[in-house]
T-cell receptor, first 112, second 113 residues
Framework: GEDVEQSLFLSVREGDSSVINCTYT??????LYWYKQEPGAGLQLLTY?????DMKQDQRLTVLLNKKDKHLSLRIADTQTGDSAIYFC????????????FGKGTKLSVKP | GAVVSQHPSWVICKSGTSVKIECRSL??????MFWYRQFPKQSLMLMAT?????????EQGVEKDKFLINHASLTLSTLTVTSAHPEDSSFYIC?????????FGQGTRLTVV
């Protein structure tokens, strides 16, 4: 079946850049998403990229998409302690159904 | 790793009937569960947050009398779509949080005819 994979943990120092990686399997995915979840809170949509784009930048966030390798990454520049959270990668798959498939999430820890 | 089981994975029901969706955390205690709705090819919409033993907190615009959420134990939350209408047809997904981690159910595709 369809699968989205991400590494489970990432630890960085405040001020450094964070790069969270994700691989997916459905080559027909139209949109790919990055969500952030802070403890006790629901998912927050951070950004998304359409499948015909290679890169999208939104303030401190840069999304890179390599369609050939089915690889998606999220770069957070100047990482702050407030960025500590779980980051989920998700793809839309399934033709007209368009169900979301989530990765297991990457827990980002930012050390002062 | 931790598993969240959501059941059923798909359901078709007649307009006017009620449908119950279950979300179970299989090997951990979920202090908080979230219910989301996803319209075709769109992102998720958070419907409600539920903590075990207390009333769910609904997001603005979500009718609490229509989408009944019960979180009776640390491993089970249910979402009941009451008096379902075709516009309730959607993909519903739950998420369970425990020990600082969050896990998703497989989702339920609801079709109301």
């Amino acid at each position: 079946g369809e699968d989205v994979e991400q590494s489970l943990f990432l630890s960085v120092r405040e001020g450094d850049s964070s790069v969270i990686n994700c691989t997916y399997t459905d080559s027909s995915s139209t949109y790919l998403y990055w969500y952030k979840q802070e403890p006790g809170a629901g998912l927050q949509l951070l950004t998304y990229i359409f499948s015909n784009m290679d890169m999208k930048q939104d303030q401190r966030l840069t999304v890179l998409l390599n369609k050939k390798d089915k690889h998606l990454s999220l770069r957070i520049a100047d990482t702050q302690t407030g960025d500590s959270a779980i980051y989920f990668c998700a793809e839309i798959y399934g033709g007209s159904q368009g169900n979301l498939i989530f990765g297991k999430g990457t827990k980002l820890s930012v050390k002062p | 790793g931790a598993v969240v089981s959501q059941h059923p994975s798909w359901v078709i029901c007649k307009s006017g009937t009620s449908v119950k969706i279950e979300c179970r955390s299989l090997d951990f205690q979920a202090t908080t569960m979230f219910w989301y709705r996803q319209f075709p090819k769109q992102s998720l919409m958070l419907m409600a947050t539920s903590n075990e033993g207390s009333k769910a907190t609904y997001e603005q615009g979500v009718e609490k009398d229509k989408f009944l959420i019960n979180h009776a134990s640390l491993t089970l939350s249910t979402l009941t779509v009451t008096s379902a209408h075709p516009e309730d047809s959607s993909f519903y997904i739950c998420s369970a949080e425990g020990d600082g981690e969050a896990f998703f159910g497989q989702g339920t595709r609801l079709t109301v005819v």
